[in-house]
């Protein structure tokens, strides 16, 4: 199993990011996925979910209204688009499949 992120980097606030994570070793049309972030100091927390067929998502509250998860199940990609970026959305990006862990992307949000 092979989780692959990208897409992270420096914004300012209000702007726009949208991180990719390229699947591979796994039957991913079948796979529930999802987007961790950690930032310094801080526990891992869930930022969104998507499941196999892409009919359920789930948020966190503290990101609703300003992401969404998406997924290509022919490409094996997720991804999550980020808006309205804040300060507080400063933090490595993971993606995740079970126990499977990407590498994770960091991204920072500063003026």
């Known amino acids: 199993v092979q989780l692959v992120e990208s897409g992270g980097g420096l914004v300012q606030p209000g702007e726009s990011l949208r991180l990719s994570c390229a699947a591979s070793?796994?039957?991913?049309?079948?796979?529930?996925m999802s987007w961790y972030r950690q930032a310094p100091g801080k526990e891992r927390e869930l930022v969104a979910l998507?499941?196999?067929?892409?009919?359920?998502?789930n948020y966190a509250d503290s990101v609703k209204g300003r992401f969404t998860i998406s997924r290509d199940n022919v490409k094996k990609m997720v991804y999550l688009q980020m808006n309205s970026l804040k300060p507080e959305d400063t933090a490595v990006y993971y993606c995740?499949?079970?126990?499977?862990w990407g590498q994770g992307t960091q991204v920072t949000v500063s003026s």
């Open positions: 070793g796994f039957t991913f049309s079948s796979a529930v």
């Open positions: 998507i499941s196999s067929a892409g009919i359920t998502r």
């Open positions: 995740n499949c079970g126990n499977y």
